[in-house]
């Protein structure tokens, strides 16, 4: 089977991800709308891409150094951090697709995904450890690598956008006090992501 193709279906591994984006992008699908929820996944696949490329030239241990996974862990920490006080504290509303153009910037919606994702250092500990299990497994050159994870990222990408789009079409069953409980669920999740990165670093650099 051709490398991308096997990447196209090893994708559909993530379909059940529930990391700190992938409640950021539900979130967003729901109060902002599917253009922004869009851009959104598409930083989220743009920090992606960069661990993959970074990882298959072969810097992954440049990546991997205490120093740099150490304050990556902190900015992480104060990210999903910040991030979950602010979806807390944030007032609930339901839009019309017209005011929801006006609300956010594109490009902070793209800014606040690749951020997310790139600043949890979870992240490129999991792409370290699939490019080396594909390149051990599949013993695929280099060019096969590039096609595995290119089709792999595709999937990742389209399913996340599959799950933005679900989540705003269902958004007319929604009400203020459903938006309401669903931040401040958000908010609880990514400040315990926020502490399970504190663990990391006490438990690996203290």
Do not use: C
């Not at 994708?11 to 869009?38: E, H, N, Y």
């Not at 991997?64 to 920490?77: A, L, N, P, R, S």
């Amino acid at each position: 089977m051709p490398p991308i193709i096997n990447g196209l279906i090893f994708g559909l591994i993530f379909i059940f991800a529930l990391g700190p984006a992938f409640f950021a992008l539900i979130q967003t699908s729901i109060q902002q709308g599917l253009k922004k929820a869009i851009f959104l996944a598409i930083g989220i696949s743009v920090s992606d891409v960069f661990y993959v490329i970074i990882v298959l030239l072969g810097m992954a241990k440049a990546l991997e150094t205490d120093d740099f996974k150490f304050w990556m862990g902190i900015f992480g920490v104060i990210m999903l951090g910040a991030y979950g006080v602010y979806s807390w504290f944030k007032t609930p509303k339901i839009h019309s697709e017209n005011t929801m153009v006006d609300e956010s910037n594109d490009f902070k919606q793209f800014a606040k995904g690749l951020f997310l994702n790139g600043l949890n250092p979870f992240i490129i500990v999991s792409w370290v450890t699939w490019v080396s299990a594909i390149a051990i497994n599949f013993e695929y050159q280099f060019n096969q690598q590039i096609q595995f994870f290119g089709g792999m990222l595709i999937t990742i990408l389209s399913m996340d956008i599959g799950k933005a789009f679900i989540a705003n079409k269902l958004k007319h069953l929604i009400t203020v006090k459903f938006v309401r409980n669903m931040n401040r669920t958000v908010a609880v999740i990514l400040i315990l992501f926020s502490l399970q990165i504190v663990y990391f670093l006490i438990s690996n650099y203290a």
